[in-house]
């Protein structure tokens, strides 16, 4: 069955340091890869998306991820976390069927 | 652009109720999505449309049901609310294979 995988549950780091969210799927084909933020309350946001081409995708506000076909891993990075960064974060698949499949999300706490 | 809006924001049903979460995006979309958000659990699909007309179930779609008469708006029926349809509820909207957008959500409690 098709699926997407976050392994965190929850991730806490110290403001300034860097951040490194997992994601792994599993399709039969490689799908569309995205990364969703939720800030507490709100809707989700797109931070970044992966079709095809180059495997490293720039996003917004500071993040890129690195899809990586040989672990069917799409791994999202910042080098630098400010404390509005903390929220959930939620990977994200589909095929050609246009129906978004969402991993269970990472909480990301941000101390100081 | 308004994007994708929802309404109400917030809404309390006693058991057996029915209720009626509306949906609207003005970019001319032509997919649209309802989901439901349960901690720890992500998004699940209930129902989608890919157009004016036309309607299909997703993974979880027992206990609601939808329409698509026109291209902006997709509302989601709850006929006989039961506790286990507490939730967040969110629209979403896309044009094929581009960006999903969301709505900012309708938190449901079933009592």
């Known amino acids: 069955a098709q699926s997407v995988t976050q392994p965190d549950i929850h991730i806490t780091v110290s403001e300034g340091a860097s951040l490194e969210l997992r994601c792994n799927y599993s399709y039969g084909a490689t799908p569309y890869l995205f990364w969703y933020v939720q800030s507490p309350g709100q809707g989700l946001q797109l931070l970044l998306k992966y079709f095809s081409g180059d495997t490293l995708v720039q996003g917004i506000k500071g993040f890129e991820a690195e899809f990586k076909r040989s672990q069917s891993s799409f791994n999202l990075r910042k080098p630098s976390v400010h404390w509005s960064d903390a929220a959930e974060y939620f990977c994200?698949?589909?095929?050609?069927?246009?129906?978004?499949?969402f991993g269970a999300g990472t909480t990301v706490t941000v101390r100081a | 652009n308004a994007g994708v809006t929802q309404t109400p924001k917030f809404r309390i049903l006693k058991i057996g109720q029915s209720m009626t979460l509306q949906c609207t995006q003005d970019m001319n979309h032509n997919y649209m999505y309802w989901y439901r958000q349960d901690p720890g659990m992500g998004l699940k699909l209930i129902y989608y449309s890919v157009g004016a007309g036309i309607t299909d179930k997703g993974e979880v779609p027992n206990g609601y049901n939808v329409s698509r008469s026109t291209t902006e708006d997709f509302p989601l029926r709850l006929e006989l609310a039961a506790p286990s349809q507490t939730s967040v509820y969110f629209c979403a909207s896309r044009f094929s294979s581009d960006e999903q957008f969301f709505g900012p959500g309708t938190r449901l409690t079933v009592l």
């Open positions: 994200a698949a589909d095929t050609n069927d246009y129906k978004l499949s």
